[in-house]
T-cell receptor, first 114, second 113 residues
Framework: AQSVTQLGSHVSVSEGALVLLRCNYS??????LFWYVQYPNQGLQLLLK??????LVKGINGFEAEFKKSETSFHLTKPSAHMSDAAEYFC????????????FGAGTRLFVKA | NAGVMQNPRHLVRRRGQEARLRCSPM?????VYWYRQLPEEGLKFMVY????????ESGMPKERFSAEFPKEGPSILRIQQVVRGDSAAYFC???????????FGPGTRLTVL
């Protein structure tokens, strides 16, 4: 069975500071891993995805994530936070186990202080 | 290429009424997924469909909820005899046959009075 754990339901950083959002997953088969961002009352926008190619994945808006199989982690980082980064972030895992059901983490709300 | 479309964007129903949510996948996508997001929570998988087939409905409540994806037309998520606990945002996603990622629609926000 697949699962996703996002550590920290709320993260607060100052503008210009490093953003680190943590995600650990479990999957019995090689996974696809994703990070999505959701702004209030909107749908999900894909930030980046890991699909078994390079372990360091670069996404939009300056975000990147590193797949670490030994740690079963896929943490999201951004060197310098911007006010516009304030949103809800979801880590998700999908694998082909007879269907591509995606399991989402509970989400991490990012606050950016001026 | 238009993205995933969902309508209506907002739906208000009284307890006991029926809610019909529609999802038109992206062109060329034959796989559709429905998710529910309760207030202040993450997305929960409900059902995965391909054209005319339900592949995985392990996340669907056993009663009152049904989904279809006909050969022609949009996918429909149907909730019969709605209750207040059904109030949530319902998101649809689609993917192509050679799966790589899911593309999400803007969601339908259902409010049950």
């Amino acid at each position: 069975a697949q699962s996703v754990t996002q550590l920290g339901s709320h993260v607060s950083v100052s503008e210009g500071a490093l953003v680190l959002l943590r995600c650990n997953y479990s999957s019995s088969v090689p996974p696809y891993l994703f990070w999505y961002v959701q702004y209030p009352n909107q749908g999900l926008q894909l930030l980046l995805k890991y699909t078994s190619a390079a372990t360091l994945v670069k996404g939009i808006n300056g975000f990147e994530a590193e797949f670490k199989k030994s740690e079963t982690s896929f943490h999201l980082t951004k060197p310098s936070a911007h006010m516009s980064d304030a949103a809800e972030y979801f880590c998700a895992v999908t694998s082909n186990t007879g269907g591509f059901k995606t399991i989402f983490g509970a989400g991490t709300r990012l606050f950016v202080k001026a | 290429n238009a993205g995933v479309m969902q309508n209506p964007r907002h739906l208000v129903r009284r307890r006991g009424q029926e809610a019909r949510l529609r999802c038109s996948p992206m062109k060329g996508h034959s796989h559709v997924y429905w998710y529910r997001q309760l207030p202040e929570e993450g997305l929960k998988f409900m059902v995965y469909l391909q054209k005319e087939n339900i592949i995985d409905e392990s996340g669907m409540p056993k009663e009152r909820f049904s989904a279809e994806f006909p050969k022609e037309g949009p996918s429909i998520l149907r909730i019969q005899q709605v209750v207040r606990g059904d109030s949530a945002a319902y998101f649809c996603a689609s993917s192509p046959p050679t799966y790589n990622e899911q593309f999400f629609g803007p969601g339908t926000r259902l409010t049950v009075l």
